[in-house]
């Protein structure tokens, strides 16, 4: 019998396991597939690679860098033209500003939305946990802003719309400055401050590694070796106190799956948990993948690439200009990786492979100035992309955690909760695992 059995094999699943390992516990990881790693995928292809899900990660996804570095994995910094990031706005391509000065002198921006920037400390109303991220940033910075900037970010993070998104939940630090000073400026400057005093340095740039994203869940998955079982259906039962799981039992079970895929589980042992699980909205992304020769492509590929807000009335989303920024294909070749789909538009993953890939074409070649055709295209669909935050998301979650309390020996981990990112799901799969350990050893010591 083990300690702990895990179902779920994603970033946070495979975490949780590997850090119940190092504390001393026995652990079995269940997973539906036939590869580890969940969305964080990488696809080798003829002379070239995408990813089939996030394609890269920040410095600051702390966790993700202490992990990786952890378990033997070195984070590969992306090239400098990473740092560099446009818009496609009003017909073209323009870059976005890289710091204060740049914000006020940029064309994105009208003159009257840069006077609301200017004069943010100045207004009244910081933040509501039940704002939208439309209501906030309208107050906040003015409708220009959000439909020009705030818009497409909030597009290329979560696929979703700024008028349902949550401030609260989605957008934690900016909240918190408002909240906590009365504005996004004061805020920004009192952590600046207060990092300085501390003499914190963040880790700046765009990571993946050498061999892509996978790496990481490659290198967790061979440390865990036979405790982890691919391609097994699960049901879960109870035996007294003990979590029945295939041919495992444990008293303690870790649920680091989609959230209506938990609820399945949950349904005859948990069902308000399991009605309560069956909330969570996903947004539905296809990502297009295109192999290009570099010649072919008018547009420099000098920076991350550039995102599009939903003003520009086209269907896809943003596109990342990922052999710039790591080496993914063969020299003289480019590779593309664009997004449709979305909360705005979840009809796009039912489109055919073809209609997927002529839809970003046709729409990328006035943008970038595409000539011919691509050497090679990859579609992948994820009908559960990416769980939306709305305004009642933290209400939610604590009745969520109420009800986890309520079961024992269960424990969620996933990235509908506390964080999408990989490092945030990576922190909440540590977090779950130093849970367990303390109450295993507070039973021991009882015993």
Known sequence: MADVIVVGAGLSGLAAAHRLLTLGLDVRVLER????????????????????????FLGSATAMHALAHEVGVEPLLARPEANKRYLFIDGKLQALPGGPVSAITTPL???????????????RGGAEETDSVRDFFDRRLGPEVTSRLVDAFVAGIYAGDVSRMGIAASFPSVYAMAKEHGSITRGAFASMRKKGKKGQRKLRGTFSFAGGLADLPNALAKR????????????????????????????ELVLATPADTAAA???????????????????????????????????????????????????????IWSSALFDVAKP?????????????????????????????????????????????????????????????????????????????GLSLASN??????????????????????ARRGAQAKAA
């Not at 597939?33 to 890269?56: I, L, M």
């Not at 699960?234 to 035996?239: P, S």
């Open 33 to 56: 597939a036939s590869y580890a790693g969940g969305h964080v995928r990488t696809v080798q292809r003829d002379g070239w690679r995408h990813e089939a899900g996030p394609n890269s």
């Open 109 to 123: 921006l009208p003159f009257g939305a840069k006077l609301r920037l200017l004069t943010e400390p100045l207004r």
């Open 224 to 251: 865990l070796g036979d405790r982890l079982e691919l391609g097994v259906e699960v049901t879960i039962a109870r035996d007294g106190d003990e979590w029945v799981a295939g041919a495992h039992k444990a008293p």
């Open 265 to 319: 589980l949950l349904d005859r042992l948990a069902p308000e948990l399991a009605t309560g699980l069956r909330e969570v909205e996903y947004a539905p992304i296809a990502g297009v993948h295109l192999l290009r020769r570099s010649d072919s492509i008018r547009q420099p590929l000098d920076g991350f690439g550039f995102l599009i807000p939903r003003r520009e009335k086209v269907r896809t989303l943003g596109c």
């Open 332 to 408: 003289g070749d480019a590779a593309l990786t664009s997004f449709i789909g979305g909360a705005l538009d979840p009809k796009a993953i039912d489109l055919s492979d073809a209609e997927l890939v002529g839809t970003v074409e046709r729409e990328l070649t006035p943008m970038m100035g595409l000539e011919g055709t691509p050497l090679d295209a990859a579609v992948v669909r994820q009908a559960r992309a990416i769980p939306q935050y709305g305004t009642g998301h933290l209400a939610w979650r604590g009745k969520i955690e109420s009800l986890v309390a309520k079961t024992p």
């Open 416 to 437: 509908y909760l506390d964080g999408i990112a990989m490092g945030d799901t990576i922190a909440r799969g540590e977090k779950v695992a130093q849970q367990i350990a």
